[in-house]
């Protein structure tokens, strides 16, 4: 069975830190790999995905992630966060199966 | 409206009630989805609908839970004789093909369940 893995549950950074949040998934076939993000009081939108092709994805808002076959992780990165980067961050694969999602990792950015 | 839209979005029941869930998809969209998120847990799979017929149905938790789509569209989701530990956010996603195909899913805002 598929599953996901997000190391963090609450991750703190002052703004213009750079941001890393850990996503591991089980699962020994092809994957599609997606990050979601949910603003508070709004519904969960796409981040990035990863279909095929270069493993380092662009998102929208500067966020970045790259996929290691190797060692099943899909992280979400980026360079320098900003106040409005703070919600809840869902890493979700989709192999055999519609979308296993991780547990959510929640950050919070202060000024 | 062009997002996926569900109703309501609160819904307060006492234990042993039933409750209906109601999602309406992106028209267009052949594929449905239902999850499950409780506090503090990620989002659990519960349903997939592929135009009307729902070829995976493994995540629903038990007999309670059920669910339909007409005119490959509007979709919903039916709780009977409600448990306190069905209290959760009940999302619904769809996208324009199966999810096999690589399709991105897409969400409604959800409906908060509580049950008392």
């Known amino acids: 069975a598929q599953s996901v893995s997000q190391h963090n549950h609450h991750v703190i950074l002052s703004e213009a830190a750079s941001l890393e949040l850990g996503c591991n998934y089980s699962?020994?076939?092809?994957?599609?790999l997606f990050w979601y993000v949910q603003y508070p009081g709004q519904h969960l939108q796409l981040l990035l995905k990863?279909?095929?092709?270069?493993?380092l994805v662009k998102g929208i808002k500067g966020f970045e992630a790259e996929f290691i076959k190797s060692k099943f992780s899909f992280n979400l990165r980026k360079p320098s966060v900003q106040w409005s980067d703070t919600a809840e961050y869902f890493c979700?694969?989709?192999?055999?199966?519609?979308?296993?999602f991780g547990k959510g990792t929640r950050l919070s950015v202060i000024a | 409206g062009a997002g996926v839209s569900q109703s309501p979005s609160n819904k307060v029941t006492e234990k042993g009630k039933d409750v209906e869930l109601r999602c309406d998809p992106i028209?267009?969209?052949?594929?449905l989805y239902w999850y499950r998120q409780r506090l503090g847990q990620g989002l659990e799979f519960l349903i997939y609908f592929q135009g009307n017929s729902a070829p995976d149905k493994s995540g629903l938790p038990s007999d309670r839970f059920s669910a339909e789509r007409t005119g490959e569209s509007v979709s919903t989701l039916t709780i009977q004789r409600t448990q306190q530990e069905d209290s959760a956010v009940y999302l619904c996603?769809?996208?324009?093909?199966?999810?096999?195909?690589?399709?991105?899913?897409?969400f409604g805002p959800g409906t908060r369940l509580t049950v008392l």
């Open positions: 979700a694969v989709s192999g055999n199966t519609p979308l296993v």
């Open positions: 996603a769809s996208s324009l093909a199966s999810y096999r195909d690589y399709n991105e899913q897409f």
């Open positions: 028209s267009g969209h052949t594929a």
């Open positions: 990863y279909f095929s092709g270069d493993p």
């Open positions: 699962y020994g076939g092809t994957v599609n």
